[in-house]
C-alpha cells in the first residue's frame, strides 16, 4: 500500500525531519562526540546521501545493508534509504564475516554503508551483496560517505506508504540461523506513540541518550521517538561501558532520559554522588533483564522524584509491548508490566485456548505494532503467526491486577518428573545470590526423572564459588523444591551470541558432556 499524498505530508520519520528542518532548522537533532548536527544539517545530508543512492540504482524495495558502530551515520544512512523507497538492514558489527554474508546474502542487499573502522570487514563481505554492489564508507580515512552526504541535495519524489517495510531487524538466532523480521513505517510510529506515552516525552527540550548498539530494535525504536517530537538524541560511542563516562555525558549534555540495563544501573548507582551529576533528567528506563528490589530501591534514592520505568517486548514487535511505571517498580518486582495501548494480548496454552488468570501459557500479539512477516521466510511467518496471532514463545501468567510476569521461553521449559519448570523464574532467584555474577538454567538428562535443571554460574569470585548446597539452601524458601538445581557447573563466563543472549543449546551440550563425564559409570 502506498499514500496518495505528497512526499512530505505523511507522518513517515523522513517527512518528519522535513518539518523540523522547516519549523526549527538550528535547533540540535543529534550530537555525537560533542558535534552537533541541527536538523536543517541532518535534513541536507540525508537528502544527499538519498540522490547518490539514487544514481547508484538503488531504488524502491531494494535493500541497503549498514555496518557502523554508534554514530550519525548509521542514522542518515537508514533514513537515507527510507528516501528512496528502500529498506534499511542494520547489521551487527560484531558478527563474524560468515555471519554477515548470510545476511547480506539473505536479504539481498544491494549496497552496504560501513564506518571506516569496519571498512576491512565490509570489503572482506562485499561480494555476498546482490545488484549493484554499492559500497559506501564513512570516515575520515576513506571520506566517501562524507563526500556523498555533503553533496546537493534533491527534493524527494517517493511516496511513502506506512505499510511500506522500513527496516529488516535480524534477530539474534539463538537457536539458528537469524530471521529477517521486516518492520514497516507503520510499525515505527506506533513504538514512536508507544515511547512517547510511557516515556512521558511532552516537552521540545527531551534530550534522550541513545547508549545502546543502534543495530538493536530497541535503539533505533528509541530514536524515533525523538524524531517525532523535534527532540535531540546524545549518540554514545560503542565500546564498552563506563559508569564515570555515563555520569559526564549525563551532566554535560544535560540528559533527560536514559535507556540502561539493570547492570549498568548498578554500577552508575555505585558512583559517589551520582544523583548530583544527572540532575536533568526526567526519565530513567530500564529493561532486558530482572531488576532486584534493591536496585530498584537504590536508583529511587540516588535520582529522587525521576520516575522509574521498564519496558519489554522483541524485535518481531518494533519492539515495546509491555511497560512497568515508576509507580508499580517496587510493588510489582519481576513483572514486565501491562500491556500497551497499541497491542492485543492473549495468553493461551498450546491449543490457542485461554488460560486462567495466574495460570502459564504463551503470550500471544496482535496489533499495528507486529511486524509484516520473516523475510522470504513464508512457513516460518505462518507458524508465528498460526490461529491469526503473532507467537512470542515466552510464557507468561497474569496477576489478579492484569500485570504480566514472564517465566521462561517456551524452548527453554523443563519437564521432569512431569512437572513444568521454567528457566528464566530459577535464574531470577539465582540471579539474587551474592556469590553470583551471571547463572543460566538449562536441563541435562536424567534417568528417574527425564531430565533436570542445572545451574550455571560465573562466580562473583572466581576463587570462591557457590556450592550445590549453598544454592539449594538459598532456593528453599524462594522456590518449590521440584524446582531447585540438582547439579551445578561453574563457568568463567557464560557462551553469548555477539548480541549478548546466552546461547542455549551450546550450553546444554557443555552441561550434558559435563553430565556424563563426571556421572559415575
Not at 410 to 433: F, P, R
Amino acid at each position: 500500500m502506498t499514500s496518495s499524498r505528497p512526499p512530505g505530508s505523511n507522518q513517515h520519520w523522513v517527512d518528519q525531519i522535513d518539518r523540523h528542518a522547516h519549523l526549527m532548522p538550528d535547533r540540535p537533532a543529534l550530537v555525537f562526540r560533542g558535534v552537533t548536527t541541527t536538523w536543517a544539517d541532518l535534513r541536507r545530508r540525508v537528502s544527499a546521501l538519498a540522490g547518490a543512492l539514487e544514481d547508484r540504482g538503488v531504488g524502491r524495495g531494494d535493500r541497503v545493508a549498514v555496518l557502523m558502530s554508534n554514530r550519525p551515520e548509521f542514522l542518515e544512512t537508514v533514513l537515507a534509504a527510507n528516501a528512496v523507497g528502500a529498506i534499511a538492514v542494520p547489521v551487527n558489527f560484531r558478527l563474524t564475516p560468515d555471519e554477515v554474508r548470510f545476511i547480506l546474502s539473505d536479504s539481498g542487499s544491494v549496497a552496504l554503508a560501513a564506518d571506516a573502522g569496519l571498512a576491512a570487514l565490509a570489503a572482506e563481505v562485499r561480494h555476498a551483496l546482490s545488484g549493484p554492489a554499492v559500497l559506501l564508507v564513512s570516515g575520515v580515512e576513506d571520506g566517501e560517505f562524507d563526500a556523498l552526504a555533503a553533496g546537493p541535495g534533491r527534493e524527494r519524489s517517493v511516496e511513502l506508504g506506512e505499510l511500506d517495510p522500513a527496516l529488516i531487524m535480524y534477530t539474534s538466532g539463538t537457536t539458528g540461523r537469524p530471521k529477517g523480521a521486516v518492520l514497516t513505517h507503520l510499525n515505527l510510529a506506533v513504538q514512536t506513540q508507544t515511547l512517547i506515552r510511557c516515556w512521558r516525552l511532552y516537552r521540545e527540550d527531551e534530550i534522550n541518550l541513545c547508549g545502546s548498539p543502534m543495530f538493536h530494535i530497541g535503539a533505533i525504536g528509541s530514536i524515533a521517538p525523538m524524531i517525532a517530537v523535534g527532540g535531540t538524541t546524545v549518540i554514545m560511542p560503542s565500546g564498552q561501558f563506563d559508569p564515570e563516562v555515563m555520569l559526564d555525558t549525563l551532566e554535560r549534555e544535560r540528559i533527560t532520559h536514559v535507556f540502561m540495563v539493570p547492570s549498568q544501573w548498578q554500577a552508575v548507582v555505585d558512583v559517589p554522588e551520582a544523583g548530583k551529576r544527572a540532575a536533568h533528567l526526567r526519565v530513567m528506563c530500564w529493561g532486558a533483564a530482572p531488576a532486584s528490589v534493591t536496585l530498584l530501591e537504590r536508583m529511587a534514592a540516588t535520582f529522587p522524584g525521576v520516575p522509574n520505568v521498564s519496558t519489554f517486548g522483541q524485535t518481531e514487535m518494533s519492539p515495546t509491548t509491555t511497560v512497568l511505571d515508576g509507580d508499580d517498580a517496587i510493588r510489582k518486582i519481576g513483572s514486565v508490566g501491562r500491556p500497551v495501548p497499541a497491542v492485543d494480548v492473549r495468553i493461551v496454552d498450546a491449543e490457542m485456548n485461554d488460560v486462567p488468570r495466574g495460570e502459564v501459557g504463551e503470550i500471544v500479539y496482535r496489533g499495528a505494532g507486529v511486524m509484516q512477516g520473516y523475510w522470504n521466510l513464508p512457513e516460518a511467518t505462518a507458524d508465528a503467526f498460526a490461529g491469526g496471532w503473532f507467537h512470542s514463545g515466552d510464557l507468561v501468567r497474569e496477576d489478579e491486577e492484569g500485570f504480566l510476569y514472564v517465566v521462561d521461553r517456551i524452548k527453554d521449559m523443563i519437564i521432569s518428573g512431569g512437572e513444568n519448570i521454567y528457566c528464566a523464574e530459577v535464574e531470577n532467584v539465582l540471579a539474587a545470590h551474592p556469590a553470583i555474577a551471571d547463572v543460566a538454567v538449562v536441563a541435562a538428562p536424567h534417568e528417574k526423572w527425564g531430565e533436570t535443571p542445572v545451574a550455571v554460574v560465573v562466580p562473583l569470585d572466581p576463587a570462591a564459588p557457590p556450592s550445590l548446597d549453598e544454592i539449594a539452601e538459598w532456593c528453599r524458601p524462594r522456590m518449590a523444591a521440584y524446582k531447585k538445581p540438582t547439579r551445578l557447573l561453574v563457568l568463567d563466563a557464560l557462551p553469548r551470541n555477539a548480541s549478548g543472549k546466552v546461547l542455549k543449546p551450546a550450553l546444554r551440550q557443555q552441561v550434558t558432556e559435563h553430565v556424563v563425564a563426571t556421572e559415575p559409570s
